[in-house]
């Protein structure tokens, strides 16, 4: 059987991305299409991949300006000659799943979100922070856009979501059903250590990871904070942030898991479709203190895993912190729930759903099987 996989881009490193490393280790010979390929900001492994990329590769100032070219991402991936491949996973928030694949073939999308820029407009332009003419002129492209991403739907056999939450979506702007996967984990191994008096927060310090909320908070509190990771939002939080907040920048994976066994807690407070790094954190047996919206939901458990605070302020999350600071924390139990989300899991049980599509496809019965897709929530402990 040729398979081929399919990727939005890749030009930056997040939870889309281990989904990807995950299927590549399911098909370890299938290449990978994707239309602009960065190495330089890649894990080193990607460059011994077979990755295809689109005519964008060869466009001026791809690195820096790949957002600009949005208009063309969805003929970037139509241009794609995939006639060559049986089965087709595209891993897809936008335009991935936009391929068109011959007839015959079985094409499976793992879904990280519908185009969020397209379908949530009025939440993606305030969080991105786009104003002035470019604000103006942005509904007219996305109205584009929300058709192509209609009709593109339709070329996807078979959809598998990362979250009830995105799933929920699929429903509602595509009128599908999918099957819930959540992406994996990747697991360190169980070491736990005492919790020292500082927090943390962090990852890729953009707008809609709403880090302003934290420090704010800890402002307030006068609490140490720790913020690891770096983007474009930095200059602006490390301008509000009092002298009890650290920002650390870009660590190493071995300095990132340290800091998340030695933090009190790590601090969520984004609305995430998913949310890998909260699993990382309890994997090493520390709690989380999350927004309660998205995927967070679905993954954390109130008074179990931590806490949840339910306004996007930062008063109501400095009132979740210092209720935290009487919990009694089990680390073998938040041990214990991460296990739930492991890679292993996932690679076992995206291979049983591709393994099932196949059979009902061979057997003429690929639509009875899409309207039987459910998902079951992983949060017994």
């Known amino acids: 059987m040729r398979v081929?996989?399919?990727?939005?881009?890749?030009?930056?490193?997040?939870?889309a991305e281990r989904v990807l490393e995950a299927l590549h280790d399911l098909f370890p010979t299938a290449p990978v299409y994707t239309s602009i390929f960065d190495p330089t900001t890649m894990p080193a492994a990607y460059r011994t991949w077979d990755i295809r990329t689109s005519f964008m590769q060869q466009l001026p100032a791809w690195r820096t300006q790949f957002r600009?070219?949005?208009?063309?991402?969805?003929?970037?991936?139509?241009?794609?000659?995939?006639?060559?491949?049986d089965l087709i996973i595209s891993s897809s928030s936008a335009f991935a799943k936009g391929i068109i694949p011959?007839?015959?073939?079985?094409?499976?999308?793992?879904?990280?979100?519908?185009?969020?820029?397209?379908?949530r407009t009025d939440d993606?332009?305030?969080?991105?922070?786009?104003?002035?003419?470019q604000a103006h002129l942005l509904p007219f492209l996305l109205n584009y856009l929300r058709i192509w991403d209609t009709v593109s739907a339709n070329r996807v056999d078979l959809f598998v979501a990362n979250s009830h939450e995105v799933a929920g979506r699929i429903a509602r702007y595509y009128r599908r059903p999918a099957k819930v996967i959540p992406p994996p984990v990747d697991l360190p191994p169980y070491e736990p250590q005492p919790p020292e008096e500082f927090y943390l927060a962090g990852g890729r310090l953009i707008p809609y990871k709403r880090l302003e909320l934290a420090i704010e908070a800890f402002n307030r509190l006068r609490l140490p904070l720790k913020i690891f990771g770096d983007g474009r939002d930095r200059a602006r939080l490390e301008r509000m942030a009092g002298p009890n907040i650290e920002f650390l920048g870009w660590v190493d994976e071995t300095t990132r898991l340290d800091l998340f066994a030695r933090c009190r807690a790590f601090i969520f407070p984004g609305e995430e479709d998913f949310g890998i790094t909260p699993l990382e954190v309890l994997a090493v047996g520390r709690p989380v203190i999350a927004y309660a919206a998205g995927g967070a939901l679905e993954t954390l458990i109130e008074g179990v895993t931590g806490r949840f605070f339910y306004q996007p302020t930062a008063a109501a999350l400095a009132a979740a912190v210092a209720l935290s600071r009487t919990d009694t924390i089990d680390p073998l139990l938040l041990r214990r729930h991460a296990e739930q989300f492991s890679r292993e899991r996932f690679i076992n049980t995206f291979r049983s759903f591709v393994t099932e599509a196949l059979t009902a496809q061979r057997e003429g019965r690929l639509c009875?099987?899409?309207?039987?897709?459910t998902g079951q929530r992983l949060l017994a402990v």
Request: net charge negative; proline share 5%.
């Open 4 to 15: 081929a996989l399919v990727h939005d881009y890749l030009n930056q490193y997040g939870g």
């Open 68 to 85: 600009r070219y949005v208009a063309l991402y969805p003929t970037a991936f139509e241009r794609f000659d995939l006639s060559g491949y």
């Open 102 to 119: 011959r007839p015959g073939a079985l094409h499976i999308c793992y879904c990280h979100t519908p185009m969020r820029f397209a379908w």
């Open 124 to 133: 993606y332009v305030a969080r991105e922070q786009i104003n002035g003419i």
């Open 368 to 373: 009875e099987f899409e309207q039987s897709l």
